[in-house]
């Protein structure tokens, strides 16, 4: 059912045409031609004029008669360097030259979601109602998914393919994830002449860095200070320091109240100080926590079992555009794709981990 050949080639000419975010208009082209081919009905929305991009998502609708209806998504966009790729075969890995990255992230995950049409196609299968998506812009935010407009299409559940991880992995829970800048102002002044008429904004911020928690916060939450910035010259008191704060939780309420914290003491210790705290945090996505025994979770669960392929529900670290469908109301899961190493230059995926991943695909709308 499931051809190698045919989605081997498939992925080795889709990672060659390079689509960084907010650019994936020749992706989206060449993708656009194939649904229109597999006999779907194909539309763009207005996801990329509404970012700045070049390209909307892209959406292929498989119709059927009174079955439900299931959502198929992987995102166009890569990470960069990803402008000329070069993929290489060798063992049953396909990887990169090692001047790029590969994108099979998520374009592991495309390969996957257009073989199961083909095989559906081919063989002529009974299937539910499809909604394909083929997102813009997920690695800047998931910013394709947070405009596409998911309530126009009466979706039952959702099957997102953009996990590492061997298939059968199931990513039923993920954190809602906050980011942004955690700003102090002191005050200028000379530091030789007149110190005493500075506020240093550095020893503020250390001070509140001190009472605020960070690290592995619970066994849901973690929070961190990734980059600090200040500061122009030694003989200058410290006027204002930029920290660069994120917090992520499984818990959205959990998530919060630690944000609540970690701003609370941060304006406190500035007023001790007569410094300013301005804070530009924000909440970048909403988490999801799928109960184990939710149908869409079953779905896939079954899938895998007459696929041959063990599978296991597990809890990510990492937002996807699975988090925005569950927060619309759209029970989804996250599905691994066998992309190794993402978002690097030896990023790579096995042959054998893309049919894997059809073969459930095919085996989900057949359940
Ligand atoms: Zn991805």
Do not use: W
Request: hydrophobic share 40%.
């Amino acid at each position: 059912m499931v051809n190698e050949n045919r989605i081997v080639e498939n992925f080795l000419d889709m990672v060659k045409i390079p689509s960084p975010s907010k650019n994936e208009r020749k992706m989206g082209d060449y993708l656009i031609e194939i649904l229109k081919e597999l006999g779907l009905e194909v539309e763009e929305d207005n996801a990329g004029i509404k970012n700045g991009g070049n390209c909307g998502n892209i959406i292929g609708i498989l119709k059927s008669q009174g079955r439900k209806k299931y959502l198929f998504s992987a995102h166009m966009d890569t990470v960069v360097p990803c402008e000329k790729i070069t993929p290489i075969i060798e063992n049953g890995i396909i990887k990169s030259d090692g001047t790029s990255i590969l994108g099979g992230d998520d374009k592991g995950g495309i390969a996957a979601i257009i073989e199961m049409l083909r095989v559906i196609k081919e063989k002529n299968l009974d299937h539910p109602e499809i909604v394909v998506v083929f997102s813009m812009a997920e690695e800047i935010g998931l910013l394709g998914a947070k405009a596409f407009e998911v309530e126009k299409y009466n979706i039952d559940f959702g099957f997102i393919l953009d996990s590492s991880g061997k298939p059968g992995k199931i990513i039923t829970k993920a954190p809602s994830a906050a980011r942004g800048v955690l700003k102090v102002i002191g005050k200028p002044a000379h530091a030789g002449i007149s110190p005493e008429n500075g506020i240093n904004a550095l020893t503020v911020a250390a001070h509140a860095i001190t009472k605020i928690k960070l690290g592995r916060v619970d066994s849901e939450t973690t929070s961190n200070i990734g980059v600090v910035s200040g500061g122009q010259a030694t003989n200058i008191v410290m006027p204002t320091v930029e920290l660069q704060y994120e917090a992520r939780s499984l818990s959205n309420e959990k998530l919060e109240n630690l944000l609540k914290e970690t701003f609370d003491i941060f304006s406190n210790v500035a007023e001790e100080f007569g410094a300013k705290f301005e804070n530009e945090v924000n909440v970048e996505y909403p988490g999801f926590v799928l109960d184990d025994n939710e149908e869409v979770i079953t779905i896939v669960k079954e899938a895998c079992e007459r696929a041959g392929i063990t599978s296991e529900t597990v809890s990510s670290g990492g937002g996807s555009d699975t988090n925005i469908y569950n927060n619309k109301g759209i029970p989804a899961v996250n599905l691994a794709v066998g992309m190794t190493k993402v978002h690097t230059l030896e990023e790579y995926i096995e042959i054998s981990d893309l049919v894997k991943l059809a073969k459930i695909l095919v085996e989900i709308i057949k359940g």
